[in-house]
Structure formats: structure tokens, C-alpha cells
T-cell receptor
Framework: GESVGLHLPTLSVQEGDNSIINCAYSNSASDYFIWYKQESGKGPQFIIDIRSNMDKRQGQRVTVLLNKTVKHLSLQIAATQPGDSAVYFCAENIGDYGQNFVFGPGTRLSVLP | DAGITQSPRHKVTETGTPVTLRCHQT?????MYWYRQDPGHGLRLIHY???????DKGEVSDGYSVSRSKTEDFLLTLESATSSQTSVYFC???????????????FGEGSRLTVL
């Protein structure tokens, strides 16, 4: 399948443990953020989003935290499973228009048995 | 599944040849995008479209052109492919048929292009 990055930072976690993936975004004016998951050979899939008027949002097994002071976003995955192995990247947006998204290079999550 | 189909999924071509990638959507979304994805970089916007015959440039548009003659199809053309255009290309859609292009982007499965 398509390789999304040969030299991405990698996070290795044991199956069942919690994972935390971090992202530093670039623009203090960004007001909408998304986490995407990309499996090998596939397109990015939406996981969870958050707007700048929030600092935390929870989904099913995932939580996104936003720290606007230091321009930092994190994705927490609870009870990590083998199917969570993928590249995860954040996207920031100003004004919430599709053409304004700026994407991070991503982190590869590897789940160990 | 966001109803986005890209073709071809894989293509190998030679420097100087023209290449066209097709994105087809069944969602009747107004906004469509072409991105490229390269190692060490995030997705970068090439061109986007906000309606039939309405397109605009993105961050890395040099060497690429697009066309949108129907709502469902967005074509990306490399008039004369170069090795620097070897990449994985993703099509995306956003919004709805009459909504603004806000919210999440839905992506296709990608097209891997190798220019020798």
C-alpha cells in the first residue's frame, strides 16, 4: 500500500495500554482541529474534532485535549487495540473552511501484542 | 465510506508524459480538493473546486491543472510529469450539496504516482 512516511516519529504501546499522541500546531489563530487516522494503503479517516472554545472532547475510546496557550493538541486512545495501529495526524484550520486546513506530518502508532 | 473513488490507484509513467487522475464522488458535495502526501510532509493542497467550473489554487499548484465539468468529477492533470511529482495523491470532499465547505474533510483512498 501507499507509505505515508518513512521517517515518522513512532509510538509503540502494549495492547491494552493507553496511548497519547501529541501535535504542536502552528497558528495561534487556528480555531478548528481534527485528528485523522491513516492505515497503510488507505485514505485518512476522521477520528474526532474540537473547536477552540473547548479544551477537551471525548469520543468512543478517544479523547482530544487542546491547550491553546502552548498551541498543543493531544489524542488519547484508551485500551489500545491492534486495529489502532496506523499513522495519526492532526489538522488545524482557520475559519473552518476546507481549503484552509494545515496538516501535521503524523505519528506512527505501533501496537505490540 | 464517503463515496469517493479515485482512479487510477497506481500509475507509473515517464518524465514528460501527461497524466490525469480522476476523483469521482457520489455524495453530491459542492467542494472537492486534491492533495499530495510526501514523506516528512503533511498533506498539501494542490487545487480545490467550489463548484462546476469553479476552481482555485492551493499551496503547491505549480505543474498541475484541474477541471470540474460535473459535480461528481474532479480531474487533476500533470501536463508534463516530473520526478518531483512522484507522490501519493488524495482527493477529498467537504460540506454538502448546499452547505458551506466547513467541517471535516472526507478522503478517497489515494492514487500512487511514480514518475521515472
Amino acid at each position: 500500500g501507499e507509505s505515508v512516511g518513512l521517517h515518522l516519529p513512532t509510538l509503540s504501546v502494549q495492547e491494552g495500554d493507553n496511548s497519547i499522541i501529541n501535535c504542536a500546531y502552528s497558528n495561534s489563530a487556528s480555531d478548528y482541529f481534527i485528528w485523522y487516522k491513516q492505515e497503510s494503503g488507505k485514505g485518512p479517516q476522521f477520528i474526532i474534532d474540537i473547536r477552540s472554545n473547548m479544551d477537551k472532547r471525548q469520543g468512543q475510546r478517544v479523547t482530544v485535549l487542546l491547550n491553546k496557550t502552548v498551541k498543543h493538541l493531544s489524542l488519547q486512545i484508551a485500551a489500545t487495540q491492534p486495529g489502532d495501529s496506523a499513522v495519526y495526524f492532526c489538522a488545524e484550520n482557520i475559519g473552518d473552511y476546507g481549503q484552509n486546513f494545515v496538516f501535521g506530518p503524523g505519528t506512527r502508532l505501533s501496537v505490540l501484542p | 465510506d464517503a463515496g469517493i473513488t479515485q482512479s487510477p490507484r497506481h500509475k507509473v509513467t515517464e518524465t514528460g508524459t501527461p497524466v490525469t487522475l480522476r476523483c469521482h464522488q457520489t455524495e453530491n458535495h459542492r467542494y472537492m480538493y486534491w492533495y499530495r502526501q510526501d514523506p516528512g510532509h503533511g498533506l498539501r493542497l494542490i487545487h480545490y473546486s467550489y463548484g462546476v467550473k469553479d476552481t482555485d489554487k492551493g499551496e503547491v499548484s505549480d505543474g498541475y491543472s484541474v477541471s470540474r465539468s460535473k459535480t461528481e468529477d474532479f480531474l487533476l492533470t500533470l501536463e508534463s510529469a516530473t520526478s518531483s511529482q512522484t507522490s501519493v495523491y488524495f482527493c477529498a470532499i467537504s460540506g454538502g450539496s448546499s452547505m458551506p465547505n466547513t467541517g471535516e474533510l472526507f478522503f478517497g483512498e489515494g492514487s500512487r504516482l511514480t514518475v521515472l
